[in-house]
Structures are given as C-alpha cells and as structure tokens.
C-alpha cells in the first residue's frame, strides 16, 4: 500500500520559512516524480512544483518560482519543499503528490499517489 505523508505545516509570519516534508512507503520511490500541489480556500488545487528521477525540477512560474525550493533525497524516500519569503497568498493545503510523469504534473490530474495534505497558514 502506497502511503505519502507530509509534515511541516503550521502557521507562520509573512516573511517567513517553513520546509515541508513528504515521507513515501509502498513504491520504487527512486523511480517516481514527486511533487507539490496546494489548495486555497474556495479555490482549485493548482501544481506547485515537481522534481523528476534524476532531480530536474519544475515550478509554477507564476507564483513561487524564486521563492519555493523543491528537493528529494532518494536514500530516505523523502521528498521536500522549502518555502521562503512566505505571503498570506501562500496560505494553502499542501499536498504531496506522486507519479510516473512530469507532465501529469502539469496537467494536474491523474496524478497516481496523493497525501492527506499538511496545512500551511501565512499571517500578515
């Protein structure tokens, strides 16, 4: 059974950093790309970033890239986000997302393995 679970989330300042993390069981984690997806209050879940096998990674041009870094370390199964320079924008569920490819990512459904999500929560 395939379990994706983040941690990390929780409120913080604007201005500030958090990292979030997303532990993978039950998969060749090495072969997946693993990602980020966030979900607003009242609004969709749109594509944060992504990171392939091989560690080329993709963001959402848009909204975080510069500000939102995404890693994964394959000896740990264990994917990451560090968020910086964080705005009330960014207040959102968090969700771990994992696949065979990165375009899946980018259309932003049929995505094979999610997490439970974490919440984060950016005050002014």
């Known amino acids: 059974q395939v379990q994706l679970v983040e941690s990390g989330g929780g409120l913080v300042q604007a201005g500030g950093s958090l990292r979030l993390s997303c532990a993978a069981s039950?998969?060749?984690?090495?072969?997946?790309?693993m990602g980020w997806f966030r979900q607003a209050p009242g609004k969709e879940r749109e594509f944060v970033a992504a990171i392939t096998r091989s560690g080329y990674t993709s963001y959402d041009a848009d909204s975080v890239r510069g500000r939102f870094t995404i890693s994964r370390d394959n000896t740990k199964n264990t994917v990451y986000l560090q968020m910086d320079s964080l705005k009330p924008d960014d207040t959102a569920v968090y969700y771990c997302a994992a696949d065979a490819h990165l375009v899946t990512f980018k259309l932003g459904s049929g995505i094979d393995y999610w997490g439970k999500g974490t919440l984060v929560t950016v005050s002014s």
């Open positions: 039950g998969l060749t984690f090495s072969t997946y790309v």
